[in-house]
T-cell receptor
Framework: EPEVTQTPSHQVTQMGQEVILRCVPI?????FYWYRQILGQKVEFLVS????????KSEIFDDQFSVERPDGSNFTLKIRSTKLEDSAMYFC?????????????FGPGTRLTVL | AQSVTQPDIHITVSEGASLELRCNYS??????LFWYVQSPGQGLQLLLK??????LVQGIKGFEAEFKRSQSSFNLRKPSVHWSDAAEYFC?????????FGAGTILRVKS
């Protein structure tokens, strides 16, 4: 069964460093998402991406964040200069279509720890 | 603003007992509602969803949920819990193209 994969499973970085979180969505999916969950808090939407453009982003997704689909398979989230408060579990999701009727399939997450 | 509330942070039930996890949503006359489960080291797996129609929806792994508009609720139920059901459960509502999640309920199953 096709699944969304994410690498690495755990990333430890120093404050101020750049990190890139990688996701491989399901191959025929066209819509891509990043969510995050700070420990003990809700899963929060960060950004949605379609046709090589951001279609929606939350207020969390500031200039320190960027997303890219560098090739036909990967979908990445870059944090330019990490802060302590960026420590969280980051989930990638993909969907074949847009809107609530199209299930978003989630990856297992990348746990980011900023020291 | 849209919000999803899961009042119970932790719930412990005995194996074989029934389960109900509570969820309240705040947005929309016709909400799109979901329940996801997350086992350790795994992604979020969709258990079931409600869009319209029959207010009792069936999902995978023997779960069901009932939509009650009058109570703005979408509670998840299972008649007999198995030890493998121990996980974290998230209720979510679709808002446009994104999901808004509740804080999650951690289910512990005791033998």
């Amino acid at each position: 069964e096709p699944e969304v994969t994410q690498t690495p499973s755990h990333q430890v970085t120093q404050m101020g460093q750049e990190v890139i979180l990688r996701c491989v969505p399901i191959s025929n999916h066209l819509y891509f998402y990043w969510y995050r969950q700070i420990l003990g808090q809700k899963v929060e939407f960060l950004v949605s991406f379609y046709n090589n453009e951001i279609s929606e982003k939350s207020e969390i997704f500031d200039d320190q964040f960027s997303v890219e689909r560098p090739d036909g398979s990967n979908f990445t989230l870059k944090i330019r200069s990490t802060k302590l408060e960026d420590s969280a579990m980051y989930f990638c999701a993909s969907a074949v279509g847009q809107g609530a009727r199209n299930e978003q399939f989630f990856g297992p997450g990348t746990r980011l720890t900023v020291l | 603003a849209q919000s999803v509330t899961q009042p119970d942070i932790h719930i412990t039930v005995s194996e074989g007992a029934s389960l109900e996890l509570r969820c309240n949503y705040s947005y929309g006359a016709t909400p799109y509602l979901f329940w996801y489960v997350q086992s350790p080291g795994q992604g979020l797996q969709l258990l079931l969803k409600y869009f319209s129609g029959d207010t009792l929806v069936q999902g995978i792994k023997g779960f069901e949920a009932e939509f009650k508009r009058s109570q703005s609720s979408f509670n998840l139920r299972k008649p007999s819990v198995h030890w493998s059901d121990a996980a974290e459960y998230f209720c979510a509502e679709s808002y446009g193209n994104k999901l808004v999640f509740g804080a999650g309920t951690i289910l512990r199953v005791k033998s």
